[in-house]
């Protein structure tokens, strides 16, 4: 008679959470993986804010010499050319690029993002020191600190106090040379005789965060491109039978179709694309006309946001499709770890050490913000990082496609299929 019952070479499969957690190969993985994630965001991110004027390297700023003389008794060059001359040499080398221009032009290198701010010497700067020494002296001269909002509040206020620091100490030089030929003037001019005067060199508008929206703003198309790639991937594989679905108590499993990788790759791919557009245009929504962001170029920055959220969301599904469920850590990596402190966007780069610059030249983000803040503060010019912003998306677009094809292609003729039971 047959027997009935579990055979007796079948392994006891029931268990408890107890045995679960008393397992410690179940404990490895999660606690490999949450130790490393932990350790390099907080290495990644703090390690870019704490000191970024020690860190100074190439930041760009305007120094403009207006000075028309006439020189100081004694001397061959006016005040200004003087003032210019020490504000470069008292510089550390490399740190700060001054860029020596007319007042023109450092106008049009603020209002197109080119710096981070400007030290204007005016026209009669020479004539009113030179008055100090009379025994009616006026008010003290001035040098004027302009600062560029639209590059982000960090990097202009770094750029502020650099200038402030520059034209205080040339205040005091200049207080040394007067100290000798002065007859009547009071102390007080004489120990620091020019006054600094800080204004806004390029005005954006009220409502922009004072220059952070365009970081914002750019953060939520990267998590938009990155969430929606993640949800049309855990979606369709539940609809084609590859994982289940749990929602409370219940729980499904569809059957598996037989389809192949490239086939699958290319479903998520057409419908990330499809869902982007109504992505952007919630973020858009939220942005401008619900909060009142200040967008000057609406329909060109929801083009831009568009095109950004589905090149972020390719990326994400090119790198799942290589490697993985393992491919969504990775993803966040590539598009959310390393991207924020390399984006130039709250710490310039070039207040940045080393390794966030190598990052800031082909990490997404860096060059999405450049695009975002020519459309938002500097008038959508084509020299302030739009086309650069614009030929990055198409090369990441390209990248991603080559590579998800590329790599699901290549299991396809190995035999690696999606299949219950299968072990590729």
């Known amino acids: 008679m047959a027997k009935t019952g579990t055979p007796a070479d079948t392994p006891d499969r029931s268990a408890d959470a107890g045995r679960v957690l008393g397992r410690w190969k179940n404990w490895v993985t999660p606690v490999v993986l949450s130790a490393l994630v932990a350790l390099g965001l907080s290495l990644l991110y703090m390690g870019n804010i704490l000191e970024p004027q020690k860190h100074l390297d190439g930041m760009p700023i305007a120094l403009v010499d207006s000075d028309v003389g006439p020189p100081l008794p004694g001397g061959s060059r006016t005040l200004g050319a003087e003032v210019a001359e020490q504000v470069v ?49 006026p008010a ?46 009071a102390k007080v001019f004489l120990a620091d005789p020019v006054a600094v005067s800080t204004s806004v060199g390029h005005p ?20 938009a491109g990155f969430m929606t790639a993640n949800i049309v991937h855990a979606g369709l594989d539940v609809s084609m039978g590859f994982a289940d679905a ?56 929801w083009l831009y946001a568009y095109c ?3 090149t972020v969301g390719l990326g994400v599904l090119a790198i799942i499709a290589a490697f993985g469920n393992v491919g969504q850590l990775i993803a966040m990596f590539v598009f959310i770890a390393f991207d924020l402190p390399a984006s130039g966007a709250t710490v310039p780069l070039s207040a940045s050490p080393d390794f966030y610059r190598f990052l800031g030249v ?26 650069r912003g614009w030929l990055m998306l198409l090369v990441g677009v390209v990248v991603a496609l080559v590579f998800g094809f590329g790599m699901t292609h290549y299991y396809d003729r190995r035999g690696m299929r999606f299949e219950p039971g299968h072990r590729s």
């Open 89 to 137: 040499a008292a510089s550390p080398a490399g740190e700060i690029d001054w860029r020596r221009v007319s007042r023109q032009e450092a106008q049009r290198l603020l209002s197109s993002g080119k710096v981070y701010g400007a030290l204007v010497v005016p026209e009669d700067f020479s004539r009113a020191v030179a008055a100090l020494t009379t025994a009616d002296a």
């Open 140 to 185: 003290r001269p001035e040098i004027q600190v302009l600062t560029n909002p639209g590059m982000g509040s960090l990097g202009s206020g770094i750029a502020s106090q650099i200038n402030q620091t520059a034209a205080h100490r040339a205040s005091l030089a200049i207080g040394r040379q007067l100290e000798a030929t002065a007859t009547g003037t």
């Open 204 to 223: 954006i508008g009220d409502r922009t965060g004072d220059g952070l929206g365009a970081f914002y703003f750019t953060l939520l198309l990267l998590l």
């Open 246 to 301: 749990e929602i409370g108590p219940f729980h499904l499993r569809e059957p598996t179709l037989r389809i192949s990788r490239t086939q699958v790759l290319l479903a998520k791919s057409g419908m990330t694309a499809g869902i982007s557009v109504i992505s952007a245009s919630l973020v858009m929504l939220a942005a401008v006309p619900i909060l009142g962001m200040d967008a000057p170029h609406s329909w060109q920055l």
């Open 308 to 310: 950004a959220v589905a």
């Open 362 to 387: 082909f990490e997404p983000m860096r060059q999405m913000v450049d695009a975002v803040r020519s459309i938002l503060y500097f008038d959508a010019q084509a020299g302030t990082g739009l086309v």
